[in-house]
């Protein structure tokens, strides 16, 4: 004896398609997942406004869809910040060797915390020492202070031995944020190793 199968209404069937396509959209349309670094979550970050080392005015939009390999310091810096930079750039550079793809996706920004003396003139001369992608931004005085706020990054003039000569105690980190802007990842400093910063790069960077 042959049995049919019961018939589906078609009210039922045009609802239950629709449905269906209505989850598909919601499942397409979902954020990206944020990436999971030792900065994830962190209130790090958002909107800045300064200028680029060939004196054009950039925002954070400037770098929207690009990953931000981030360090803030001051070219007339005697020590610290030329090791960080370098490293930086050496970390970045190895990335560029091993997977240039990835890599291409990077901007390096070197953020002064000195913008009196670090001029886009000095700023692009002290950059292309390091990496030819590598960044520099400045701005006013205002405006760097904003960004450093934004970055929750500590720098504060110190008085140096000859009347007028100063320099920066300032807090020394790599950033990674991501192409949304959002914090990821960061390496103190004296950890900023070129294999930590390649090795982060690797590890979020898709």
Partial sequence: MNRRLPRI????????LLAGAALLAVWLLRPAPVPQGNLSGAAIGGPFSLIDESGQPVTSDSFA?????????FTFCPDVCPVDTANLAAGLKAFEAASPERAAKVQPLFLTVDPERDTPEILVEFTDAFHPRLLGLTGS???????????????SKVPGVTEGSYTYDHLAVVYLMDPDG???????GPTASPEAVAAMLDTHVR
């Fill in 9 to 16: 209404p078609t009210l039922a069937l045009a609802l239950a």
């Fill in 65 to 73: 869809g690009r990953w931000r390999l981030m360090y803030f310091g």
């Fill in 141 to 155: 005085r205002a405006q760097v202070d904003a960004a450093l706020k934004t970055f929750r990054v500590y720098a």
């Fill in 182 to 188: 959002r914090p990821v990842a960061f390496l103190a």
